[in-house]
């Protein structure tokens, strides 16, 4: 299994953008549907967005549309998760891992999550 390693996180104010990357630890993500998920304290792990391989087909849950655009490197080297207008209940662990469909946001069961990246959106 391609391992995912996550990064670009950090505190930013409300209202703010920041741009997280995924990226593999070796080979590319070409052919890969890769989606972004993020768990909030006490919450359960909620699926953000996903894009497919050929950047047809992108999805995202309801409370970020408008807000968070992905994206894929056209080396196939990495996936963007492009998040503005930040808010506070955006604040989570984004990981990115390898889907078998961009149809639902379902969170895979059984798989080898990364370490993810803390996203703090506070003032």
């Known amino acids: 299994q391609v391992q995912l390693v996550e990064s670009g996180g950090g505190l930013v104010q409300p209202g703010g953008s920041m741009r997280l990357s995924c990226t593999p630890s070796?080979?590319?993500?070409?052919?890969?549907?890769i989606a972004w998920f993020r768990q909030a304290p006490g919450k359960e792990r909620e699926g953000v967005s996903c894009i497919s391989y050929s950047t047809s087909t992108t999805a995202y849950a309801d409370s970020v549309k408008g807000r968070f655009t992905i994206s894929r490197d056209s080396a196939e080297k990495a996936v963007y998760l492009q998040m503005s207008s930040l808010k506070p209940e955006d604040t989570a662990v984004y990981s990115c891992?390898?889907?078998?469909?961009?149809?639902?946001?379902?969170?895979?069961?059984?798989?080898?999550w990364g370490q993810g990246t803390q996203v703090t959106v506070s003032s």
């Open positions: 070796r080979f590319t993500l070409r052919y890969y549907l």
């Open positions: 891992a390898i889907v078998s469909t961009c149809n639902t946001l379902d969170v895979p069961q059984h798989y080898s």
